[in-house]
């Protein structure tokens, strides 16, 4: 995870403009445990969920999710049959993930994706949730790849989503109010967007009080994220542009739902959806 030193926000044009500390790497957003309450509210199991949880089909495989947060598709993977590890840097989010039902047929490892490591392979890799977007740099994205690659059984399945950047992100969340349950207002506003960073705080309003975090999200071209993936050894199969599993329409497709896996893999091994 990578913090933007105070100051970035402003002009900020590539990430490695700014001074980028991978030791102060902790975004308040998913360490702060009040925030990430909200974050938990904010987020129930939605398109994505389903999309994920029927990817992973009836019979029982090993699951792998990078970036889980709170765990709700893991607990639901869970709840399906399979073995799930769900991998994420934030105590705070883990400790959510761990009282949900079926959170004790989860494995759950406190890690970054970029060093997490195991002898086991798996069948599905996923990263959900546009966690993909919180990664600023390609050193880090191509850190993250390699996890993958490392740990994709011989005839397994890599997918994760990234926001299709053709569409004008920061005019669509720019003032965007949201009533949580509970009465709780979400606002979001844009502080900047420079080439593939937008980076927004979004405003929390309780009765009583008010919370305030900042994020800064990544939103690489399809072309790019490609590239990144066959520099790491992997090949793209398919790309999807919506939970609906239409195909990636650049002009209009809301995701980029990248499907990937081992180069020597055979066109009839595969078992996509
Ligand atoms: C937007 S949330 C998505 C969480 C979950 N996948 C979902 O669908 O709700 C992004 C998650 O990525 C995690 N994260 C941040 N940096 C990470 C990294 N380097 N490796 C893995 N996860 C990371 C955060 O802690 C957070 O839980």
Not at 101 to 127: C, G, H, K
Request: hydrophobic content about 40%.
């Amino acid at each position: 995870m990578i913090a933007i030193a105070p100051g970035c926000w402003k002009g900020l044009r590539r990430a490695e403009e700014c001074r980028i500390t991978r030791e102060a790497a902790q975004d308040i957003n998913y360490h702060d445990s009040q925030i990430v309450q909200l974050y938990n509210i904010a987020n129930p199991p939605g398109p994505d969920t389903d999309f994920y949880v029927s990817l992973a089909g009836s019979t029982p495989s090993t699951v792998l999710d990078l970036g889980c947060g709170t765990g709700t598709l893991c607990c639901a993977l869970a709840a399906s049959g399979h073995q799930v590890t769900g991998v994420d840097p934030a105590a705070a989010m883990l400790a959510i993930a761990r009282s949900k039902p079926n959170a004790r047929f989860v494995e759950w490892v406190e890690s970054s994706a970029q060093t997490y490591a195991s002898s086991r392979p798996f069948d599905l890799i996923v990263m959900t949730g546009h966690a993909f977007q919180v990664l600023l740099t390609d050193e880090d994205t191509l850190a993250v790849l390699t996890t993958m690659r490392y740990h994709l059984g011989e005839r397994g399945k890599i997918v994760f989503e990234s926001r299709n950047p053709t569409l004008d992100w920061a005019e669509q969340w720019a003032g965007r109010v949201r009533k949580l349950p509970g009465g709780i207002l979400e606002t979001l506003e844009i502080i900047a967007n420079n080439g593939e960073f937008i980076s927004f705080e979004t405003i929390y309003q309780f009765a009583d009080k008010e919370l305030r975090t900042r994020s800064t999200l990544r939103f690489p071209s399809a072309e790019h994220v490609q590239e990144l993936i066959s520099r790491s050894g992997l090949k793209v199969r398919q790309i999807l542009g919506d939970w609906d599993s239409n195909p990636l329409e650049i002009t209009r497709s809301p995701e980029m739902i990248f499907f990937v896996e081992h180069p020597g893999r055979n066109q009839t091994d595969s078992t996509t959806r």
